[in-house]
């Protein structure tokens, strides 16, 4: 009776069932003899959508415990590959829509899979191993899924069994595994913007011991705006099962890729209302008056003629200062931007060793190298009009004035700037697990431990227009109209590049953690985990052009615990209910530099970054599993952030010199609450119906005082994806009809650092479609994106906006053999 919970199958494509994961996510081992014995014929993970909504998941995936999903207390969003499919979704970017919570994150600079869940940061993983990190846009590529399966999604704190990790969870990417038997598939891409694409992915069986699967990808486009990329992927994976009780997989990963960046987009003309006398709307000259210095300081701003006022204030539209400024199908992109040239190696080995039926030990070995190269314009601000700390349209924050003429669409404080970083990984888990029973309970014991060790290194360098340059030396040339802008000749390095950034940092992590899972009834399920994780850094600052000098090598180290503790109780075989508590734990920077104190030569050993997160759930099924659903509950948190203590005063001469009070203080967070509903719908087998939905709150609480929602990150959320199989008599299959809707609601950009504290890029609702026909050996599917053409934002970039794509098409063919 108690072993019927292993097998429980269930279903959602989106079943936002918070997992607080506490080990690999996708590790599952056999738990009887019969399953060893087969595992070399079923070596590829199993997750299938089918009639009656039955997703079969190996649990294990996410809980190293073999727990039915239904009797889990905690969560997962899966995204299976027949959904990835139908929408062509052909890298991270594109799968976002379908995950409650997940979203682009706010300050994004168009690099990479720079996302937030539920407001926070995220890991990612390939097969719950190191797959790179939001790290300071510099390690951080833009994930394909030309060899995935599915896509699991983790929300909240994940320490525990897994390793460091952010505090809005894990999304892990599961890998294509060896087939049972003997296949290849050939796929052809061809759309807009000269987008074409091929790959090949063969499998087979070599024999009764050996498996492999090779899959080779190479994708170009010139993109939506220029937003061009370049990709050539190879991925080799090799099983051997020598008996029973030994399965061993080794994986392989090349990656080549060449992604241009966009870091303006949209920008928002730095127009601060609160300086007019007047609300958003037509204004004149008499309203922009000059700086009279009524502070008296004898600082005088940019004093302009009625004449030029006048053609300040024509330029000016209610938009400005509020929302970005539409630069239709031009951009920011200078021709000294040059793409990110991104190469990533990986190899994995992973050993499954089964004692008996109810014992195993599996061990992981991961080594990553990622390195990258490019050239991205970081600024390029259009001022308008600024009372700012009492001087108005002071230099160089103010219209550029060149020989009598007044310039209202102008960009000063340009900036470029290039990028070298590499990063190279060692990733070990171990993991025991004991199954067990004791009368009428069953349970199973964990025990894992983990090593992490990243070493990386950056260099970076500047070049700047005559604002940003010492006496205006070989400087860029001021942009006279962002609508139209007058680019740079020549290449970066003809403009005296200034090394800005250069240094080493190593971060070493390693724990031991254990986990308990009970079920203690039918209906009553508990899970337990405790873990203690240490986190060292170390940083070499190797000389800049503004500090020469080698700096002394710094490091510091902190050390915790972290948990997990959940209950589930099952009503009935349609209706459950979770809550779950947990506590996660991370460096507080990764690429942060280690400095000195303010009062002393010693390093700050700053405590590492924890997070928190209570979640409460249901889940549900209806119409004999027709329909699967969960809404959860969050309060998810980054705890401890640092902030500056107003009384510590390290000045000997100011008279409120004090040093006797802590410099910083360590109890400000960024804190996220909300709802999250998701629905799978399959009514009979030709309709079906994904849907999921967010409302959140994500706010930062400073010195004690709770800001608005946090920059780039929408308060409402919500998706919708429907599939229809039409039959016709002339056709041996049927059609499939897919409609999708995607809403994303207004997101923040202001900053009140550059007068806008009230710019906001506006909500958007995006429709796209999709037509299917697959037969025997082959499949034809059109996909249509943004049928309305709508003009929308995708990312919220620094003070601007990255317009979404344009309405577009692609055409993909596979034929399997």
Do not use: C
Not at 801 to 813: D, I, Q, S
């Amino acid at each position: 009776m108690q072993l019927s919970r292993f097998g429980f199958s269930v279903s959602s494509l989106a079943l936002s069932v918070q997992l607080a994961l506490t080990a690999g996510m996708a590790v599952s081992t056999p738990v009887v003899a019969q399953e060893q014995q087969d595992s070399v014929k079923n070596v590829e993970r199993i997750s299938v959508y089918g009639r009656h909504n039955q997703l079969i998941l190996d649990s294990g995936t996410a809980t190293k415990s073999n727990m039915a999903l239904m009797q889990t207390p905690a969560a997962v969003v899966v995204v299976d590959k027949e959904l990835l499919s139908v929408q062509a979704a052909n890298t991270l970017q594109d799968a976002v829509r379908n995950v409650s919570g997940l979203s682009q994150a706010g300050n994004n600079y168009g690099i990479g899979d720079n996302l937030i869940l539920r407001g926070l940061g995220v890991s990612y993983t390939y097969d719950g191993m190191y797959g790179g990190a939001d790290l300071g846009n510099s390690f951080n590529p833009t994930r394909t899924l030309s060899n995935i399966e599915s896509i699991e999604v983790l929300k909240g704190p994940a320490t525990g069994l897994y390793g460091i990790g952010a505090a809005g969870g894990v999304i892990n990417l599961v890998e294509k595994k060896p087939l049972a038997t003997e296949q290849y598939e050939v796929k052809g891409v061809a759309g807009a913007w000269d987008t074409y694409g091929l790959m090949l992915d063969a499998s087979n069986v070599l024999s009764d011991e050996w498996a492999y699967r090779l899959v080779a990808n190479h994708d170009s486009s010139d993109g939506f705006r220029g937003l061009g990329s370049e990709r050539n992927e190879l991925y080799a994976t090799l099983s051997f099962e020598p008996n029973s009780n030994h399965r061993l997989l080794l994986s392989t990963a090349y990656i080549d890729d060449k992604v241009q960046v966009d870091s303006v987009g949209d920008p928002v003309r730095i127009l601060n209302w609160d300086s007019i006398n007047s609300d958003p709307g037509w204004v004149t000259a008499d309203l922009l008056p000059n700086d009279s210095d009524t502070d008296a300081d004898g600082n005088l701003g940019i004093q302009l003629t009625d004449e030029q006022r006048a053609v300040l204030a024509a330029s000016i539209s209610a938009i400005d200062g509020l929302h970005p400024l539409n630069l239709g199908e031009s951009s920011l992109i200078s021709p000294l931007s040059k793409p990110n040239k991104g190469e990533e190696k990986r190899i994995k080995l992973r050993h499954d060793w089964y004692f008996d039926n109810k014992s195993s030990l599996t061990q992981q070995l991961l080594y990553r190298a990622y390195d990258s190269n490019l050239t991205r314009q970081t600024g390029a601000y259009n001022y308008v009009y600024w009372d700012r700390r009492g001087e108005i349209n002071a230099d160089p924050r103010a219209p550029i004035l060149l020989d009598g003429n007044v310039y209202p669409y102008s960009a000063r404080r340009q900036e470029y700037r290039k990028q070298i970083a590499s990063e190279k990984t060692w990733q070990y888990f171990a993991d025991l697990k004991l199954s067990w029973d004791y009368g009428s309970i069953v349970g199973e014991h964990l025990v894992s431990a983990n090593y992490e060790r990243r070493e990386m290194a950056n260099k970076s360098w500047s070049i700047y227009d005559a604002d940003g340059t010492a006496e205006g030396n070989n400087a860029l040339p001021y942009i006279l109209d962002i609508r139209n802008p007058n680019w740079p000749t020549g290449d970066f390095e003809d403009y005296s590049p200034v090394l800005r950034s250069n240094y080493d940092k190593m971060l070493t992590a390693y724990g031991i953690s254990a986990q308990e899972v009970l079920y203690v009834t039918d209906e009553l399920t508990v899970r337990l985990g405790a873990a203690y994780t240490t986190i060292k850094q170390e940083y070499q600052h190797k000389g800049t052009d503004r500090a020469p000098h080698i700096g002394v090598e710094a490091d510091t180290d902190d050390g915790g615990f972290t948990y997990n503790a959940g209950i589930n109780y099952q009503f009935s075989e349609q209706l459950s209910t979770f809550v779950n508590f947990a506590k996660g734990r991370t460096a507080y920077s990764v690429l942060g530099s280690l400095v000195n104190t303010a009062s002393t030569s010693n390093i700050e050993n700053r405590p590492d970054s924890e997070s928190e997160s209570i979640d409460l759930g249901l889940r549900f099924t209806a119409l004999d599993k027709d329909l699967i659903g969960s809404v959860v509950w969050f309060d998810t948190r980054r705890t401890n952030l640092r902030y500056e203590n107003e009384l510590f005063n390290d000045n000997p001469d100011d008279p409120e010199y004090n040093v006797s009070v802590p410099q910083y203080f360590y109890d400000d967070e960024n804190k996220s609450d909300g709802v999250e509903v998701d629905i799978n719908l399959a009514i009979n087998d030709v309709l079906s119906m994904n849907a999921n939905a967010t409302w959140q709150d994500a706010i930062e609480i400073r010195s004690q005082e709770a800001s608005g929602q946090r920059k780039g990150i929408p308060k409402k959320l919500s998706s919708v994806w429907l599939n229809y199989d039409f039959m016709f008599n002339r056709l041996s299959a049927p059609l499939q009809v897919s409609v999708g809707v995607n809403y994303v609601g207004e997101r923040t950009i202001n900053s009140t650092s550059f007068g806008l504290p009230k710019a906001t890029i506006k909500s958007f609702t995006r429709w796209d479609a999709a037509l299917t026909y697959t037969a025997d050996s082959y499949s034809v599917k059109l996909n249509l994106e943004n049928l309305t053409d709508e003009r929308y934002y995708s990312k919220a970039l620094f003070l601007g906006g990255l317009p979404g794509n344009e309405r577009n098409v692609k055409l993909t063919a596979t034929y399997t053999f």
